[in-house]
């Protein structure tokens, strides 16, 4: 019998510990001995050859072999593979990519829509890039629509046009200043802002100050060819205004008793009311009451307080209408067809006819017939009409979709905030753009009453394009008042700016020392 008896046998056949002298890759590690009493050194320092082994391998293998010699792992027989885990069994050593869902691409993109929809700054997008494309397309459309009336007036056919880029430009600023607002200073901005507007609007009544413009009192001249229509900017502060005094009376837990509710909100809106129709601007006067109760639905106002006000403000109107007869031959001409004996409906049915010739597709930017003296204000309360001739159903859907997106992101940024104050305000913004556009866009259709408001951020009038472009920005400052929003917009800010805000980054960029000879 040789003396040794493990030459020429299988490593896989020998005991636990064994084969360990016998790789020449290990004789030198510890309890790698054969001497006497070396068996109880081998199992003591089993562990510390594991560990060695898999720092050396990485994985627990020799490197360039797919075992290890005479090593038992784990309960299994020396040599035999190691097998791993099916969690690590992917591409490159690294887990295995979790498997997209059952049911098809569909559904997968529903989620990835629906994932991309939820990002903290879907409202933020979406208020700035449809209120930007609706100003565009608007001042497109007015220089299109105005063309025909400014030379029948003998003025340079682009004159309402350069009127209203200047209103934009104005509006552009304001808006940059009250996305840049913070909350507490347009809190404290309201309070003169209403002040100042109930003069403007008491001014408008002095004879020899205030201004008539078709049959309505409601302008003041500001010098040379610009005018101010101060109602305009009592929509804003009312939405101000009202949205502090729900949120201080909130804070006071006070909007659980009705006379708080509606005390002084609702007087102060009934005196403004008074104001305007003083004038004879039905049309303001409805927009402002729209707001009431969209502030009072969003303070939590009970039904039966809510159909009291509601009543209230429809006996108020009734009687307005009833007793003048312009107001009432335009409730008259909802759904009309016919331009009457006396002609009363003679714009609701051209407006009609316009939105019919354009087709699918329309006849082409400033191809409209409508616009050439049949259609009486086609650049102000019917330029939706002339859209619809000239940009086709494509040109009037895509407006609707525009004030559909800016009126969900509004919502969202309302039912999103813990704020009170920005809820209130965010919702009346959002219950006065999109229930002015609802009241034009019907009248133009022929399923409202025309009740010449024009079309928010979209038909000329300068007076209408600031306060509104001022309260777009208040949406965004609103959206990016958001905590995920802000640290979404943090991480999106240049190298410098996230230094300063303490925000950490990550760059595969090699940084290199400045020579003195300025070489690299």
């Known amino acids: 019998m040789p003396a040794d008896d493990t030459v020429g046998r299988d490593p896989r056949s020998a005991p636990r510990g064994a084969g360990l002298t016998g790789t020449p890759a290990l004789a030198g590690l510890p309890g790698a001995g054969t001497g006497p009493g070396d068996g109880a050194k081998a199992a003591a320092g089993s562990l510390a050859v594991r560990g060695l082994l898999a720092r050396l391998t990485g994985t627990g293998r020799l490197a360039g072999t797919g075992r290890l010699p005479g090593l038992v792992l784990r309960g299994k027989a020396p040599g035999a593979p190691v097998r791993r885990p099916p969690a690590a069994r992917g591409r490159g050593g690294g887990p295995r990519a979790p498997r997209p869902p059952r049911g098809g691409g569909i ?29 565009v397309l608007g001042l497109v459309m007015v220089y299109s629509a105005s063309m025909i009336k400014a030379l029948e007036l003998s003025l340079p056919g682009a004159y309402f046009f350069r009127k209203q880029l200047f209103a934009a430009a104005i509006g552009t600023a304001l808006l940059l200043i009250a996305s840049r607002m913070p909350a507490k200073l347009h809190r404290a901005f309201s309070y003169p802002l209403l002040v100042g507007t109930v003069f403007l609007m008491a001014l408008v009544q002095v004879p020899g100050i205030g201004q008539s413009v078709n049959g309505n009192q409601n302008w003041l001249s500001v010098g040379g060819p610009f005018q101010l229509q101060p109602s305009e900017f009592g929509k804003l502060a009312l939405i101000l205004w009202g949205a502090d005094l729900l949120a201080r009376k909130q804070d006071k ?118 616009k050439w003296g049949q259609l009486p204000e086609p650049h102000t309360d019917f330029i939706f009409a002339v859209t619809g001739e000239e940009l086709g159903l494509v040109g009037t859907l895509s407006v609707l979709a525009l004030f559909a997106a800016l009126g969900y992101a509004g ?110």
Not at 114 to 133: E, F, K, Q, V
């Open 107 to 135: 559904r997968r993109r529903f989620e990835q829509a629906r994932r991309t929809w939820d990002r903290p700054l879907t409202a933020y997008y979406l208020i700035l890039g449809s209120s930007l494309l609706i100003t």
């Open 253 to 370: 837990r006070l909007l659980s008793q009705w006379k708080h509710l509606l005390v002084p909100l609702v007087p102060v809106t009934f005196m403004l009311l008074g104001l305007i129709m003083l004038g004879g601007d039905m049309g303001t006067a409805i927009i402002l009451t729209a707001i009431l109760f969209g502030l009072l639905w969003l303070a939590g106002a009970p039904t039966r307080l809510f159909g009291g006000v509601l009543g209230l403000a429809g006996v108020v109107g009734f009687v307005l209408i009833k007793t003048n007869e312009n107001r009432l031959s335009r409730f008259s001409c909802v759904g009309a067809i016919d331009v009457g004996p006396n002609g009363e409906c003679f714009q609701a049915v051209h407006g009609i006819y316009a939105l019919a010739s354009g087709g699918w597709f329309g006849s082409g930017l400033g191809a409209s017939v409508e």
């Open 411 to 520: 919502i969202r940024v309302a039912g999103r905030t813990e704020d009170p104050f920005v809820r209130y305000a965010a919702g009346g913004v959002t219950t006065w753009i999109t229930a002015q556009a609802v009241v034009n866009i019907g009248a133009v259709l022929g399923l409202l009453p025309i009740a010449g408001v024009p079309l928010p951020l979209f038909s000329y009038g300068g007076s209408a394009l600031l306060p509104t472009m001022f309260a777009v920005g208040l949406l965004i400052a609103f959206a990016r008042d958001d905590p995920a929003a802000k640290a979404a917009l943090a991480m999106r800010q240049p190298v410098f700016s996230r230094k300063r805000a303490g925000v950490r980054w990550k760059t595969m960029r090699r940084r290199v020392k400045k020579r003195p000879s300025g070489e690299r």
